[in-house]
């Protein structure tokens, strides 16, 4: 099967129509392994669309976050980025602030946190969100490092 027919299937799972818009810009996302910007998303489909304009694009990826198709990445700059997760399981997010890598972290510290909400502060939590940002070990090696600082 192919990618358009797979993203055809999700995004009908999630009761979204299936535009050409919408298989493009996951096509994008599902391409690269950082994190992108609207702008950068609107770049890439410019070419493959006549008419598009950048508000359809941030109108699409916000649809396809709130499904919980893409993820958003809240970045300490407080600019929105976008990107597609293959992982359907449970799980929370590594952004390497240097080269916009994603990766996957296993570890999700919700029982301790739900388990404090509940029991001291007679709350119940509903749901959780978890980035962390950081460099990864690439963006962390020596050279690495030196390429940045100019050294």
């Known amino acids: 099967m192919n990618?358009?027919?797979?993203?055809?299937?999700?995004?009908?799972?999630?009761?979204l129509k299936a535009t050409p818009k919408r298989l493009a810009i996951l096509d994008v996302l599902a391409h690269d392994p950082t994190y992108?910007?609207?702008?950068?998303?609107?770049?890439?489909?410019?070419?493959?669309?006549?008419?598009?304009?950048?508000?359809?694009v941030y109108r699409n990826l916000e649809y396809l976050s709130n499904a919980g198709i893409i993820i958003k990445v809240v970045h300490p700059d407080r600019k929105l980025y976008y990107y597609y997760c293959h992982n359907a399981d449970h799980h929370h997010h590594f952004v390497c602030t240097a080269c916009k890598k994603v990766e996957d972290l296993t570890?999700?510290?919700?029982?301790?946190?739900?388990?404090?909400?509940?029991?001291?502060?007679?709350?119940r939590v509903v749901s959780h969100f978890l980035?962390?940002?950081?460099?990864?070990?690439?963006?962390?090696?020596?050279?690495?490092?030196?390429?940045r600082s100019g050294s």
Request: proline share 3%.
């Open 107 to 123: 570890f999700c510290g919700m029982e301790d946190i739900e388990q404090e909400v509940t029991q001291r502060l007679k709350g």
């Open 3 to 15: 990618r358009d027919a797979d993203f055809s299937t999700l995004l009908r799972n999630y009761h």
């Open 36 to 56: 992108l910007s609207p702008e950068d998303v609107w770049k890439r489909l410019k070419g493959l669309f006549k008419n598009i304009g950048l508000p359809t």
């Open 131 to 147: 980035q962390v940002f950081g460099y990864c070990r690439e963006c962390c090696s020596g050279s690495a490092l030196q390429r």
